[in-house]
């Protein structure tokens, strides 16, 4: 494999490189919140962010270049200027509006949410529909102009802050189970809709359930056709996976990884001293530029327009996998300072071992997000490798 950009990326580099020198960071005294939008208009007029997004929703409308998008994503990462906003609304259902949604709702939702001036999240998972997600049992009726939709939702990230809700319902209760789901749009602040924290052991509530009673959705707020909603549902499940395995983000958990084991002491002396330390940074390391490769390879294959979808799978999985070994480390080297962590948002710990201490407990939550990691294994196993399905014969497909 390639590696080489050539000279038109590189230059391409310098000019990035040379646009984030003159905007980015802020002076000091300004306010983070409004530097970073500030940073981030600029950067879309100059195509640099929301580059696969028409300029009329609130994109830069490039043309479709994954190349320089890696380029700018490393040199964004390099100075830690802010890049595109992250979370359920931009990541994953802005492209399923550009891919299956209807005009209107393109114009109304795409650009307010690039902005971050609507917030949504994801309502698929229920209490018995979590991998088998077409089990869902949360029904929508269709009542005149409206849908009146009834059921409980489960782990909705930060449901407790969203305008908006994205949600699979069913709404053809005789229909196979796979045929009869609907993708509606839904407002969340209005009567019928009831969210309940679920507190997490780090002492955060990002996860809530989620209670519909009679929750009500305009009859043109279903994206793509009625009953077709599983269809929908693969291209949000895709860009979930996409998100939770992304390189970029394993590359940045790693370096700080590195510089935790230069800060952490052993015996009156960095941990990065122990050969035991560097041998398992050593290790994880490769698994990272493993990554790293695979990322390159989905690239390359997305450029030849052949179907990488798989691919993305398995750097999901990885991503996960990376994500473990990491917070098993940090753990070892942070050591007896996690058990006295102060409750969140009571100020930190030395080294900033809160933040550390909550990514080592969300690591054990983030191999369900997109998809459990068994279900993963069994997808490459059964689509990429030909193996015979796991289960009894005549099991069902599985759901995320």
């Not at 020198?21 to 940073?39: M, V």
């Not at 320089?68 to 802005?94: D, H, N, T, Y």
């Not at 997490?200 to 009625?226: C, H, S, Y």
């Not at 294959?301 to 996998?321: E, R």
Request: glycine share 12%; aromatic share 6%; net charge neutral.
């Amino acid at each position: 494999m390639d590696l080489e950009l050539g000279s038109e990326y590189e230059a391409f580099r310098q000019e990035v490189a040379a646009f984030l020198a003159a905007h980015w960071p802020p002076a000091k005294e300004t306010d983070a919140r409004a530097a970073a939008s500030a940073f981030r208009e600029r950067a879309v007029a100059r195509g640099y962010l929301y580059r696969s997004i028409p300029k009329a929703y609130g994109g830069s409308e490039q043309a479709p270049d994954p190349l320089k998008g890696r380029v700018i994503r490393e040199e964004f990462a390099r100075v830690g200027a802010p890049g595109e906003l992250q979370g359920p609304g931009v990541s994953m259902l802005v492209p399923t509006l550009l891919a299956c949604g209807a005009d209107w709702q393109k114009e109304r939702f795409v650009a307010p949410t690039l902005r971050g001036e609507i917030v949504w999240c994801q309502g698929y998972s229920e209490p018995g529909a979590g991998s088998d997600l077409a089990s869902l049992r949360t029904r929508g009726a269709l009542e005149g102009e409206s849908w009146v939709i009834s059921g409980q939702k489960v782990w909705t990230t930060m449901a407790h802050l969203a305008d908006y809700m994205f949600i699979l319902v069913r709404t053809e209760p005789d229909a196979a189970k796979h045929d009869g789901i609907s993708y509606l749009l839904l407002d969340m602040k209005q009567p019928g809709v009831t969210v309940r924290p679920l507190k997490q052991m780090t002492g955060g509530r990002e996860f809530n359930e989620v209670f519909l009673d009679g929750a009500r959705t305009p009859k043109d707020w279903i994206v793509g056709e009625r009953g077709r909603g599983w269809q929908v549902s693969r291209t949000t499940l895709k860009h979930e996976r996409d998100t939770v395995g992304g390189q970029s983000r394993t590359e940045d958990m790693f370096g700080k990884l590195v510089e935790l084991a230069k800060d952490a002491q052993r015996e009156g002396q960095p941990a990065l001293a122990s050969g035991d330390v560097r041998q398992e940074l050593a290790r994880i390391e490769a698994y990272v530029l493993a990554q790293r490769y695979s990322a390159y390879r989905q690239m390359s294959m997305d450029l030849a327009g052949q179907d990488a979808g798989l691919i993305g799978v398995l750097n999901k999985l990885n991503g996960t996998m990376i994500g473990h070994h990491i917070a098993n480390l940090a753990q070892d080297l942070i050591g007896d300072a996690a058990l006295l962590m102060p409750p969140q948002g009571r100020g930190g710990n030395r080294r900033g071992d809160e933040k550390w201490v909550n990514q080592i407990m969300g690591s054990l939550g983030v191999a369900i997000a997109g998809g459990a990691s068994n279900i993963q294994r069994n997808v490459i196993a059964e689509r990429g490798l030909g193996l015979p399905r796991d289960g009894a014969e005549g099991q069902k497909g599985t759901g995320a």
